[in-house]
C-alpha cells in the first residue's frame, strides 16, 4: 500500500485503522468499490468508475456516494503515493465512510500478457434476481477470490464462471471476450455481470479496428472454438487466453490491437 486518504481525515498513514468495528462493510460485506487504473499519475476514466460506483451503493442500500469528497480523497492519495503507474481503490460504507487507497502495480502483467492466460470455467452463480446484485460491485468479493485461488490450484491462471447450463458470464475479475472473424463476442450485461468500464472501452474501441462486437448469451463451446480469445479489465488490461480447461486457443491481433488502443486511449486522456 502507498497511501492512504480516509473521508473526514485525509492523508493518514496506511497503517492507520481506518474503519469502524461496526461498518457493514466489514461485518457483511456490504460496502462499493472501485479498482482504477492509474497511468502517470492520473485515473483513467474516474467519472466511470464513480458512477457505477454510485449505483453499487444505490443497489446495496448505502447512503448516496460522495462524488466530490471521493474524487478529492482521490487526488490526494494519488499526490501522496506520488508512483504514476499504480492501482487506486475506492471504498464507501454504510457509515459511510470514505476511502482512497493506492497500490503498488504488479509487475507481472506484462510477461502474462506476452504468455497468455490459462483459464479453467467454474460454475458461478447468473444473478438473474435483483437480490442477487447484477452488476454490483461490493465488498463481498470472497467468492470471486475463491474461485481465482481454485483456479490456481488446479495450475490455471484465472477462473471463467459459466451459469447453470453453461452459459458464459465473466472473470471473477474480468469480462471475457473472445474473436471468430471479424466478430468480437462478449457475454450481455443481461446476463448480471458486472459491466466493466474497460469492457465499455473496448466496445467504443473497435469501432475504430475492423471488428464488430456482439453481446449475447453464449455456451462455453464458443469460447473453447474461438480463434482468439482475451479478458478485459482496468488493471489487467486486453489480456490474451490461451488455454481453457486444458486445451489450447490461438493467439489473434485483435487481442494487440485492443490493448494498444486502450493505451493509446489512456495517454489521449492525459494529454487532454
Ligand atoms: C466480476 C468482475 N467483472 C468484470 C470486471 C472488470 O471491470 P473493469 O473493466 O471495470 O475493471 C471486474 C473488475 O474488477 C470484476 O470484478
Do not use: C
Amino acid at each position: 500500500m502507498l497511501a492512504v486518504a480516509v473521508g473526514g481525515r485525509g492523508v493518514v498513514d496506511p497503517a492507520e485503522p481506518v474503519l469502524r468495528a461496526d461498518d457493514e462493510a466489514l461485518l457483511r460485506g456490504r460496502g462499493a468499490f472501485e479498482t482504477i487504473r492509474v497511468y502517470a499519475g492520473a485515473p483513467f476514466r474516474l467519472a466511470e468508475h464513480l458512477d457505477r460506483l454510485a449505483t453499487s451503493a444505490e443497489r446495496i442500500g448505502l447512503p448516496p456516494v460522495n462524488r466530490l469528497e471521493l474524487e478529492e480523497l482521490a487526488r490526494q492519495a494519488l499526490e501522496a503515493a506520488a508512483a504514476p503507474d499504480a492501482v487506486l481503490r475506492l471504498f464507501w460504507t454504510p457509515t459511510p465512510t470514505a476511502l482512497a487507497l493506492v497500490s503498488a502495480l504488479a509487475d507481472h502483467y506484462d510477461a502474462l500478457r506476452e504468455r497468455g492466460q490459462r483459464l479453467i470455467s467454474l460454475r458461478g452463480i447468473r444473478a438473474d434476481e435483483p437480490w442477487l446484485l447484477p452488476g454490483v460491485k461490493s465488498t463481498s468479493y470472497a467468492v470471486n477470490m475463491a474461485a481465482e485461488a481454485e483456479a490456481k490450484r488446479r495450475g490455471a491462471d484465472d477462473a471463467v464462471f459459466v451459469d447453470a447450463d453453461g452459459i458464459v458470464l465473466e472473470g471473477p475479475t474480468t469480462n471475457v471476450w473472445w474473436r471468430r472473424g471479424r466478430t468480437l463476442y462478449t457475454p450481455s450485461l443481461e446476463l448480471g455481470i458486472l459491466a466493466g468500464v474497460t469492457r465499455a472501452a473496448v466496445i467504443e474501441l473497435a469501432a475504430g479496428t475492423r471488428y464488430v462486437v456482439a453481446e449475447g448469451a453464449y455456451p462455453l463451446g464458443e469460447l473453447a472454438g474461438a480463434e482468439e480469445a482475451f479478458t478485459s479489465s482496468s488493471i489487467r488490461e486486453v489480456m490474451p487466453i490461451v488455454e481453457l480447461d486444458g486445451a489450447p486457443i490461438g493467439r489473434g491481433p485483435a487481442a494487440d490491437e485492443l490493448q494498444a488502443a486502450l493505451r493509446q486511449a489512456a495517454e489521449a486522456t492525459l494529454s487532454q
